[in-house]
T-cell receptor
Framework: GQNIDQPTEMTATEGAIVQINCTYQTSGFNGLFWYQQHAGEAPTFLSYNVLDGLEEKGRFSSFLSRSKGYSYLLLKELQMKDSASYLCAVRDSGNTPLVFGKGTRLSVIA | DTGVSQNPRHKITKRGQNVTFRCDPISEHNRLYWYRQTLGQGPEFLTYFQNEAQLEKSRLLSDRFSAERPKGSFSTLEIQRTEQGDSAMYLC???????????FGSGTRLTVV
């Protein structure tokens, strides 16, 4: 089976740094994705990791440890517009459809 | 390219009625996916196509659900004899076979009353 866990909710202060964790248990592994979803809108692609390590893209970074089945999304210099749900998704093998976690709802407060 | 387009954006229907949703993917994308999302949850996989072939169906997709992608272009998702539990956002996404990640449409929000 497949299991993807992430915290349900997080709150952070504008200008701060927040780390959203994701752990996964899948039969195989062929990539981990992070998506951002604002309320009532479609998910939008943020990052992709397939090898261990950190991928940095502007204020957002994503880390992967395949041996630990663990990833995190790091958001720096938080802005109010970063208030959204952040979805962790895993491709377990080949080019199979993504399996999504339940999402982490991030609230950025002043 | 205008991205992935889904119609209608909202649909309210009475229990027991049939509904059909349409998804127009990005034109060069040969894969098309349907997901369902309820409030506070992540998207749940329903089915996907590569060109016109339906490659996989989730066990979430009961026999009341059917999806087609004639000619490998747009896709339709039909729900027969709708139930209140079918109320959800239905998301369509498309990708290239070897592409990274998906491009999602804005979804169709179904409310069954």
């Amino acid at each position: 089976g497949q299991n993807i866990d992430q915290p349900t909710e997080m709150t952070a202060t504008e200008g701060a740094i927040v780390q959203i964790n994701c752990t996964y248990q899948t039969s195989g592994f062929n990539g981990l994705f992070w998506y951002q979803q604002h309320a009532g809108e479609a998910p939008t692609f943020l990052s992709y990791n397939v090898l261990d390590g950190l991928e940095e893209k502007g204020r957002f970074s994503s880390f992967l440890s395949r041996s630990k089945g663990y990833s995190y999304l790091l958001l720096k210099e938080l802005q109010m517009k970063d208030s959204a749900s952040y979805l962790c998704a895993v491709r377990d093998s080949g080019n199979t459809p993504l399996v999504f976690g339940k999402g982490t709802r991030l609230s950025v407060i002043a | 390219d205008t991205g992935v387009s889904q119609n209608p954006r909202h649909k309210i229907t009475k229990r027991g009625q049939n509904v059909t949703f349409r998804c127009d993917p990005i034109s060069e994308h040969n894969r098309l996916y349907w997901y369902r999302q309820t409030l506070g949850q992540g998207p749940e996989f329903l089915t996907y196509f590569q060109n016109e072939a339906q490659l996989e169906k989730s066990r979430l997709l009961s026999d009341r659900f059917s999806a087609e992608r004639p000619k490998g272009s747009f896709s339709t998702l039909e729900i027969q004899r709708t139930e209140q539990g079918d109320s959800a956002m239905y998301l369509c996404a498309s990708s290239l076979v070897q592409g990274l990640g998906y491009t999602f449409g804005s979804g169709t929000r179904l409310t069954v009353v």
